[in-house]
């Protein structure tokens, strides 16, 4: 199943049990979050929602991985982009930091499990391999047409950015509760030096 594909609800009961699950967990721990709860929030019974996620941990999982499908969205300014990177880049980050900060709940979540060592659920891998894709092909056409050098490999250039940035947005805006327009400034003039500015 492609990243599109798994996000997309399939009915409106659907939708209400992911919109209720994530109003929950912006009111209560992971810990006190029931199924029964989010059946009562999207006034659904139970049954339904067990006949759509069998957990919820599932249900969960399904919000993160929408919560990446947004993030790709949200950063196409700069991948699908052909002209000023710089801003290009800005935008596209301004715009990550506004689904973050919409998602904040759920990513605090996934930044608890990260930070007691659990690995990352096989699920999420092809959101985040989606994003890896994206900004390497961004840097590989910016390469090709002459504006950034061609020094780094498109790739390990963007696995490296992209791990920067989601660093600094954990700890510094999710957790941390820094000024987020600072950051997405910071981020893109790091990214845009990186990637733009110099070479041998």
């Known amino acids: 199943m492609t990243p599109e594909l798994a996000v997309r609800s399939r009915n409106a009961t659907e939708e209400a049990i992911l919109d209720a699950a994530r109003q929950t967990l912006a009111e209560v721990p992971w810990e006190r979050l029931t199924m ?7 006034f659904v019974s139970r049954t339904a929602v067990y006949f759509y996620f069998d957990s919820k941990d599932a249900v ?6 929408r919560a990446f499908h947004d993030i790709y969205e949200a950063a196409t300014p700069y991948f699908d982009g052909i002209g ?22 759920v990513f605090l979540l996934a ?15 092809p959101f985040i391999m989606r994003l890896v894709e994206g900004a ?7 390469q090709r047409r002459g504006i950034a050098p061609a020094d780094i490999p498109p790739r390990v250039s963007s696995q490296a950015l992209l791990g920067m940035i989601e ?3 954990v700890r510094d805006v999710i957790i941390g509760g820094s000024d987020a327009n600072d ?17 041998p």
């Open 111 to 125: 930044a608890r499990h990260s930070n007691r060592g659990e690995r990352m659920p096989k699920g999420w891998r």
């Open 84 to 105: 000023d990177p710089r801003r290009e880049l800005r935008t596209g980050l301004s715009r990550v930091v506004a689904v973050v900060n919409s998602n904040q709940d």
């Open 183 to 199: 950051s997405i400034k910071l981020l893109a003039e790091l990214w845009y030096r990186a990637v733009y500015a110099g070479g």
């Open 136 to 142: 390497t092909a961004r840097i590989a056409r910016d």
């Open 167 to 169: 660093g600094h947005i």
């Open 36 to 42: 029964d709860a989010i059946a009562k929030r999207a």
């Open 60 to 65: 969960v999982e399904r919000l993160v991985q």
